[in-house]
């Protein structure tokens, strides 16, 4: 069975979730949603993990959790064990209460933990369960924009931060932040996620691979690995594309399409440096798919570009 990437070491940031077995409701009372949050509180306590921000559904919940001591597996040991030993003889049950292990998202943390705390509070709304966010009591919400009194084991520090050193004001702020995106669609920064695994810059994902992911690039049993394998940096496609492609107009849509598809790195990213809007780079790279579908010469040539970037050593 194939096993999630875990990438671990100390002061790392995470978004993490976990889904009830068969997408069963994990919460059926206030009690056991007040039960998890006491098991938050124990998880700072006993193990050193900083709680950023939370919100419980019904069948999932949404952490973004710090470790100074770079020991999440751990962390989440003792949440998700607890809970569930405690929901299974509150209910007399026995057996699995989530479905398989839990989802943890490696965040860089700076505008990236900003964007996710955002989409995190805002999950009940999407959801529909509330219109407002600061309506929802089983969110950090409240307490970010100070409705309610936080919970002493909660660290609104980093993600307030963004926006002053003065409470009032930063929680303001916060609240306008967040607000400003009711009612409107958006995309989830979760859709930036490299190979299921890390939110980052292209420099965060390149540094995280480097330190701590040398050994494990040819574990078959970790897929995720082989995503973030197939990275490039985009100034090395560019310098093959144009070798390449002696032709400036082609050279230049063959390497947006294989940045597109091969750098991880953001629309806008990619976008600063052909001078493109983001709409553009998704139409551009979009109408090079079509054109390598049909044209088995530019398939070859781009396949040799592929293979330049592999041995070159330009791959992140």
């Not at 049950?93 to 989409?119: P, T």
């Not at 394998?229 to 100034?235: D, L, M, P, Q």
Request: charged residues 25%; contains cysteine.
């Amino acid at each position: 069975m194939a096993r999630p990437l875990r990438i671990e070491f100390e002061g790392a940031f995470y978004h993490v979730t976990s889904r009830g077995d068969e997408k069963k409701d994990i919460y059926k009372s206030v009690s056991d949603r007040e039960r998890f949050l006491e098991y938050l509180h124990s998880a700072k306590e006993r193990y050193g993990a900083v709680i950023h921000g939370f919100c419980l559904m019904s069948s999932h919940y949404h952490l973004m959790v710090g470790t100074p001591r770079g020991n999440l597996s751990q962390v989440m040991r003792h949440i998700n064990g607890a809970y569930t030993t405690y929901y299974n003889v509150k209910r007399q049950r026995a057996g699995h209460l989530f479905q398989g292990r839990y989802k943890a998202i490696l965040v860089e943390a700076d505008e990236y933990a900003l964007e996710l705390s955002r989409y995190m509070h805002l999950n009940p709304v999407r959801a529909g369960m509330i219109d407002r966010p600061e309506n929802y009591c089983w969110s950090s919400y409240s307490s970010y924009i100070g409705k309610t009194h936080p919970p002493p084991w909660l660290t609104r520090e980093l993600v307030l931060g963004f926006f002053g050193k003065s409470s009032l004001t930063s929680q303001k702020q916060y609240q306008h932040f967040v607000e400003d995106l009711i009612g409107k669609e958006y995309t989830s920064p979760l859709s930036k996620v490299v190979a299921s695994t890390i939110l980052g810059r292209p420099k965060f994902v390149e540094q995280i691979m480097e330190d701590y992911l040398e050994d494990e690039t040819n574990r078959p049993d970790v897929p995720a690995v082989r995503g973030l394998n197939r990275r490039f940096r985009i100034e090395g496609i560019i310098y093959h594309t144009t070798e390449m492609f002696p032709d400036p107009i082609i050279a230049r849509r063959v390497a947006i399409h294989l940045a597109h598809e091969y750098s991880g790195a953001t629309l806008k990213e990619i976008g600063s440096h052909f001078e493109l809007a983001e709409s553009g780079v998704s139409k551009v790279s979009a109408r090079l798919k079509k054109q390598l579908e049909a044209e088995s010469q530019l398939r070859e040539k781009v396949a040799r570009v592929l293979t330049l970037l592999h041995q070159g050593n330009v791959q992140t």
